[in-house]
């Protein structure tokens, strides 16, 4: 059991669990966004829909023994479509939940209020609320990785389309009849300006690697930064392709800030910059004049912090707060 001084007393404390495909990141957040628990919890052996949320409530269950005081509520973050507390449907590497209302599972079972939302989504909200964006109320959040995802908020809150399907970023289509996308669809960003697809770029132009060998956007970016011509080949298309689609969200947005997250974004502010730097010159001006281009920085925290940011929200719990 961990005490607190009298300050802490009167603070507001959330728990959060960020639901991955391998593992539940699940930790403790006061209302000022520090993390006063956390442990990770492996997915390896849960191999049904019960067992998994099983392992969920017992998390929860351990984050609420370590403090005495109240709990305002639990933050749940979830890849796929999420609904008013609702799975409409999961992520493929999870076994179930479909159509599944865990929130309400999870309110019966813990007696703890409960809100969940879509994982990319909670990141946006944990960068806008204590991290890259912490000062803006209009934000575009975008995860470049093996995919591309992203959030919007706007005044301060997440949008999400009509019953929260929307906000799909990197399916934004920049090329007519392009590449063919797991969504579905063709010529998506994310076919285009993912790390998979910088990874395939470069490993087709670089004549002297195969398909086989294990590259990372790790690898390209140091070669890029040496000055080798198929790594800087491959990142210019990189940053012309990113820089196209977010040249789309500042003209419909207008954001303050574009927070880009994922391990890449992190390589150094270079990143950032070659972005601005295209956008600076083919958004239209007005709408482009305050908006920046900035890195992520929670890491992988965003998602825990997004979770109890969204409690927080929620549950209004600067209420009573003492001022
Ligand atoms: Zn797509």
Do not use: W
């Not at 749940?76 to 999870?94: E, R, S, V």
């Amino acid at each position: 059991m961990i005490t607190l001084n009298n300050t802490e007393m009167y603070q507001s404390y959330a728990i959060g669990i960020d639901v991955g495909g391998s593992s539940l990141k699940c930790g403790v957040v006061n209302h000022h966004g520090e993390i006063l628990y956390s442990t990770i919890i492996s997915l390896k052996n849960a191999k049904t829909q019960g067992a998994i949320i099983a392992l969920i409530v017992e998390a929860i269950q351990t984050c609420a023994k370590k403090f005495k005081n109240p709990i305002l509520g639990v933050g749940i973050g979830f890849p796929g479509i999420i609904y008013n507390n609702k799975i409409i449907a999961g992520a493929d590497n999870l076994p179930g939940f479909k159509q599944l209302a865990l929130g309400e599972i999870l309110q019966d079972v813990t007696r703890y209020n409960i809100v969940m939302d879509n994982d990319a989504n909670l990141m946006g909200l944990g960068e806008m609320t204590y991290g890259a964006a912490k000062d803006c109320s209009d934000v575009v959040f975008l995860t470049v990785g093996t995919g591309i995802g992203g959030a919007v908020m706007i005044d301060s809150k997440l949008y999400g389309g009509f019953r929260n399907r929307g906000t799909e970023l990197g399916h934004i289509v920049v090329q007519h009849n392009g590449i063919a996308c797991a969504c579905g669809g063709k010529g998506c960003l994310e076919a285009y300006a993912s790390v998979t697809a910088l990874l395939n770029h470069y490993q087709f132009i670089h004549p002297a690697l195969s398909e086989m060998e294990n590259i990372d956007g790790k690898y390209i970016v140091e070669k890029y930064l040496a000055g080798e011509e198929y790594a800087v080949k491959a990142m210019e298309l990189h940053f012309d392709y990113l820089a196209t689609g977010i040249i789309s969200f500042i003209n419909i947005f207008s954001p303050q800030k574009i927070v880009i997250g994922g391990g890449i974004s992190e390589a150094g502010a270079f990143y950032s910059r070659e972005i601005e730097r295209r956008i600076k010159t083919l958004a239209v001006p007005i709408t482009s004049t305050d908006s920046l281009v900035v890195s992520a920085k929670l890491g992988n925290k965003a998602g825990l912090l997004g979770c109890a940011a969204h409690v927080f929200q929620k549950f209004k719990a600067f209420d009573y707060a003492p001022k």
